[in-house]
């Protein structure tokens, strides 16, 4: 049971009647609330994060142009590829390849996903058991230091680092370029910086319940 994107409606708003629900912090959470509201599908827009319930499986010819939105029939909320019941209050999913950081973030994004952003001492030690179950060395973290050296923030920039659980002696930006964090099991598992260009294994996270 999952939420089944329809790509043939990318970009397609539904002239039909929609409720609006808001903002919310992931696909799977407007998929949750299309669930509990007995609808049959959703409008995504992945920039406003603005969460549409349809009623009905739209077509092409019934609806108008709107940028940046997402289409899927749902199922449950949960989307494909995404497990739940690993960490506490999120949905995580490992990309297949190894990718550098910009374009690690920019494929979570694409499925209304970030970078995974540990938060609690709960969720590093599930990523932690993550980890070692996938036999993963190191992982990105949707936080960086790009802008202002030493100042780590989220991945869109506007939050600072709460939670920290960078090894002893780092982040030391080693050779001036390290401005990407990760998780690093050599280092126990504790933080580390590292150079934005390397390819490194990624796991997207969507939040799967509460409003942002």
């Not at 049959?40 to 009623?55: A, G, W």
């Not at 090894?167 to 050779?175: F, H, K, S, V, W």
């Not at 990407?180 to 969507?206: H, K, N």
Request: glycine fraction near 8%; aromatic fraction near 8%.
């Amino acid at each position: 049971m999952v939420l089944e994107r329809n790509s043939g409606l990318e970009n397609w708003f539904p002239n039909t009647s929609l409720t609006t629900v808001g903002v919310v912090r992931s696909v799977i959470e407007c998929g949750i609330l299309c669930k509990e509201a007995a609808c049959v599908s959703i409008v995504y827009e992945t920039i406003d994060r603005i969460c549409h319930l349809n009623d009905r499986i739209s077509n092409i010819s019934e609806c108008s142009w709107k940028l940046n939105t997402r289409h899927y029939s749902v199922f449950s909320g949960i989307i494909e590829g995404y497990d739940c019941d690993i960490v506490g209050d999120s949905c995580i999913k490992l990309l297949s390849a190894q990718l550098p950081w910009a374009a690690a973030s920019a494929e979570c994004a694409s499925e209304g996903a970030t970078l995974l952003n540990i938060d609690s001492n709960s969720e590093q030690l599930a990523i932690q058991q993550f980890m070692a179950d996938q036999g993963l060395d190191n992982i990105w973290m949707g936080i960086n230091d790009v802008t202002s050296e030493g100042d780590w923030r989220t991945e869109d920039g506007t939050n600072p680092v709460g939670y920290n659980n960078f090894n002893g002696g780092q982040p030391d930006n080693y050779n001036g370029n390290q401005d990407c964090a990760v998780v690093r099991q050599s280092f126990g598992y504790r933080w580390d910086d590292e150079e934005c260009i390397l390819p490194v294994y990624t796991v997207c996270e969507m939040k799967s319940v509460g409003f942002s």
